[in-house]
């Protein structure tokens, strides 16, 4: 079992940043892939970014390269999301996921979830 809490979500205005932070417990950090994904109202959740077991190896959808930067401290067994120049768009509920087989973009392959983060940007 893996257990995932999300924090860092907050209020921001367009242009703003965030570093959302997951917490994780249960088993060896280092043993699985990490994802964040995010849901907005209405719409489905999609991928946002991930990262590799050893964090050599990173992952993001189109809409936040160059804004978005994913890193882990498997010492701390956190995972982290630092989020700059946020655009209204970017506001979702943000959920991180452990991965026990691979490191993707695909929700469906996650094994374990967080219980979300909103963040709101304001225009």
């Known amino acids: 079992q893996v257990q995932l809490v999300e924090s860092g979500g907050g209020l921001v205005q367009a242009g703003g940043s965030l570093r959302l932070s997951c917490a994780a417990s249960?088993?060896?950090?280092?043993?699985?892939?990490m994802g964040w994904f995010r849901q907005a109202p209405g719409k489905e959740r999609e991928f946002v970014a991930a990262i590799s077991w050893g964090g050599g190896a990173t992952f993001y959808t189109n809409s936040v390269k160059g804004r978005f930067t994913i890193t882990r401290d498997n010492a701390e067994n956190t995972v982290y999301l630092q989020m700059n120049s946020l655009k209204p768009e970017d506001t979702a509920v943000y959920y991180c996921?452990?991965?026990?087989?691979?490191?993707?973009?695909?929700?469906?392959?996650?094994?374990?979830w967080g219980q979300g983060t909103q963040v709101t940007v304001s225009s």
């Open positions: 249960g088993r060896t950090f280092s043993s699985y892939a």
């Open positions: 996921a452990a991965d026990l087989r691979r490191v993707g973009q695909y929700a469906p392959e996650y094994d374990y």
